[in-house]
């Protein structure tokens, strides 16, 4: 009996991707995704404004802190966290609809939240991106015409903390050059689907079973 690539289908997974803001998480985890099949990204719920070009549903879902905060009483969310003064979290329902699809989930979301996720799902597979250097960043966060003196300032401060936290990420992407860092967020997302613990015990017994010589 051949082995062929459905008996090695793996089970889908989650994972994250985090970084200051800045770092480059849209720029980087959107073409990556282009590149990809069977994966979806999880679009976060927000209370902050949206910014010009961004639409209700595809980047954000925007809600105001009320419906927020009855969200999070209502058991809703997976994870959230208060960053930058807004509200963000992940709902429970969009990841396990997607993961019941059989699709991988990417979900883009602050240190805060991947650590409360990586609670719920230990398996979930974290890649943290990084700024080639402080004075990039602060570059990018003042290149944005939308931001204020004090929200780049308030930003730069999370930054510093949120890269204290890199340790707990099975990943780290400089995203220096940005098609490189495309490459590596695909490369790692195609090299985990490879492993041997997410074939599940029945995935195992039918390659198995295909050398077994009978």
Same mark, same amino acid.
Request: glycine fraction near 8%; proline fraction near 3%.
């Given at each position: 009996?051949?082995?062929?690539?459905?008996d090695?289908?793996?089970?889908?997974?989650?994972?994250i991707?985090?970084?200051?803001? #800045?770092?480059?998480?849209?720029?980087?985890s959107?073409p990556?995704?282009?590149?990809?099949d069977? +994966?979806?990204?999880?679009?976060?719920?927000?209370?902050?404004k949206?910014?010009?070009?961004?639409?209700?549903g595809?980047? $954000?879902?925007?809600?105001?802190?009320a419906?927020?905060? *009855?969200?999070?009483v209502?058991?809703?969310?997976?994870?959230?966290?208060?960053?930058h003064?807004?509200? $963000?979290?992940t709902?429970?329902a969009?990841? *396990?609809? +997607?993961?019941?699809r059989?699709?991988?989930?990417?979900?883009?979301?602050?240190v805060q939240?991947?650590?409360q996720?990586?609670?719920? $799902?230990?398996?979930?597979?974290?890649i943290?991106?990084?700024?080639?250097?402080?004075?990039?960043?602060?570059?990018?966060?003042?290149?944005?015409?939308?931001?204020?003196?004090?929200?780049?300032? *308030?930003?730069?401060a999370?930054?510093?903390?949120?890269i204290?936290?890199?340790? %707990? $990420?099975?990943?780290? +992407?400089?995203?220096?050059d940005?098609?490189?860092?495309?490459?590596?967020?695909?490369?790692? +997302?195609?090299? *985990?689907?490879?492993?041997?613990?997410?074939?599940?015990?029945?995935? %195992?017994?039918?390659?198995?079973k295909?050398?077994? #010589?009978k």
């Amino acid at each position: 009996m051949r082995v062929g690539s459905d008996d090695i289908a793996t089970r889908p997974g989650l994972f994250i991707v985090s970084g200051p803001s #800045g770092a480059g998480k849209t720029s980087v985890s959107r073409p990556a995704l282009e590149k990809l099949d069977g +994966i979806e990204l999880s679009v976060s719920t927000t209370t902050r404004k949206p910014r010009s070009g961004e639409r209700d549903g595809v980047d $954000y879902r925007f809600v105001d802190r009320a419906r927020f905060e *009855e969200m999070v009483v209502a058991g809703e969310f997976a994870e959230h966290a208060n960053v930058h003064s807004n509200l $963000y979290g992940t709902s429970k329902a969009d990841i *396990e609809e +997607i993961l019941e699809r059989g699709s991988d989930v990417l979900l883009d979301i602050d240190v805060q939240g991947a650590l409360q996720l990586k609670d719920s $799902y230990p398996q979930a597979v974290s890649i943290f991106l990084l700024p080639p250097s402080g004075q990039a960043l602060q570059a990018r966060l003042t290149g944005r015409a939308s931001d204020s003196h004090d929200t780049v300032e *308030e930003r730069l401060a999370n930054a510093r903390r949120e890269i204290a936290q890199l340790s %707990a $990420y099975d990943y780290v +992407i400089v995203n220096d050059d940005l098609e490189h860092a495309v490459e590596k967020f695909v490369s790692i +997302i195609v090299s *985990e689907r490879s492993r041997t613990g997410r074939l599940g015990s029945e995935g %195992a017994a039918r390659i198995i079973k295909a050398f077994d #010589g009978k």
